[in-house]
């Protein structure tokens, strides 16, 4: 990492923890499963979440969004966590779901963890890009965003871009605008396919696996009674300019930096998966 990069990082990250705004998680969330393994702590700021060999554990968010920028601060499983997997994603329901996907793949101590996304449009994902972390995800909070809004579905880490899915719905491609999303987030044992492909195993030794959430913000359109307040938000109005919000040239230029420096696949750069032809966002985008 050079040094300009390497200082651009470490003034956004500071800045993120320095305004992040802290929910409640009693009143935004409900813990869905786990029987106990998800807990609400810190007189309701800290939510953790754990997997032992009989079960993993999850919640979802009460409230229902169309568009929105969400916000969450991680701290991921630290030490051997090779087999579990971490999900932090927005989802709508039924065979033609849309979902935004945040997935953290465990890894071997010291070995650096697998961010993979996706985007599912009416029931259909195939989108994914996957990265390395340029940082120990485990050693602190860091602040994963969602900025979902008619033209854009941007992945950020510490307000670093990491993809921009576009909406291309004038050129045929489908993009999730229609049907509201609510948060998920659960972790989970995945050891057939997580970690190099399923070739190693969870350590169940090394048990209970915990991940630690803070810090959740929504500057979102609630999606109540079959309608929601985003038409009254369709102006650039400061503090909801999320809605129009797009990358600049220094934001692109970081997402750029991060695709060619950590990005380790790339579904539009996979020849052998689409033998008929890339998807067509690909050449698009």
């Not at 969004?65 to 087999?83: E, F, R």
């Not at 259909?124 to 994963?144: A, C, I, S, V």
């Not at 045929?172 to 948060?183: D, L, T």
Request: hydrophobic content about 35%.
């Amino acid at each position: 990492m050079t040094t300009r990069y390497t200082s651009i990082f470490l003034l956004v990250s500071f800045s993120l923890v320095a305004i992040a705004l802290a929910g409640n998680f009693n009143q935004d969330f409900d813990i869905t499963w786990g029987n106990g393994r998800g807990k609400i702590l810190n007189n309701d700021q800290l939510l953790t979440l754990s997997l032992d060999q009989n079960s993993g554990s999850g919640f979802q968010s009460r409230n229902e969004y169309l568009y929105g920028k969400i916000d969450m601060q991680l701290k991921l499983v630290p030490g051997n966590s090779a087999g579990t997997v971490t999900a932090y994603y927005l989802s709508s329901q039924g065979p033609t779901h849309d979902e935004i996907d945040f997935e953290f793949l465990g890894n071997i101590s010291g070995d650096p963890y697998t961010l993979h996304t996706n985007v599912f449009t009416q029931g259909k994902g195939n989108r994914e890009m996957q990265f390395k972390l340029w940082f120990d995800p485990t050693n602190d909070f860091h602040t994963y965003s969602i900025l979902w809004n008619p033209r854009h579905v941007i992945f950020m880490v510490d307000n670093v871009p990491l993809r921009d899915y576009k909406n291309l719905e004038s050129k045929g491609i489908s993009f999730p605008k229609n049907q509201p999303m609510r948060i998920y987030s659960s972790l989970w044992n995945a050891d057939d396919w997580a970690t190099r492909g399923g070739l190693v195993k969870t350590d169940w030794s090394q048990a209970p696996f915990t991940a630690s959430y803070r810090n959740f913000n929504a500057n979102a359109c609630v999606w109540s009674s079959g309608s929601t307040n985003c038409p009254a938000m369709k102006t650039n109005v400061a503090g909801d300019n999320w809605f129009n919000q797009e990358l600049d040239s220094t934001s692109q230029e970081r997402m750029r930096w991060v695709q060619r420096n950590y990005m380790i696949y790339n579904y539009c750069a996979d020849a052998k998966r689409f033998p008929q032809g890339l998807p067509p966002e690909c050449s698009l985008a």
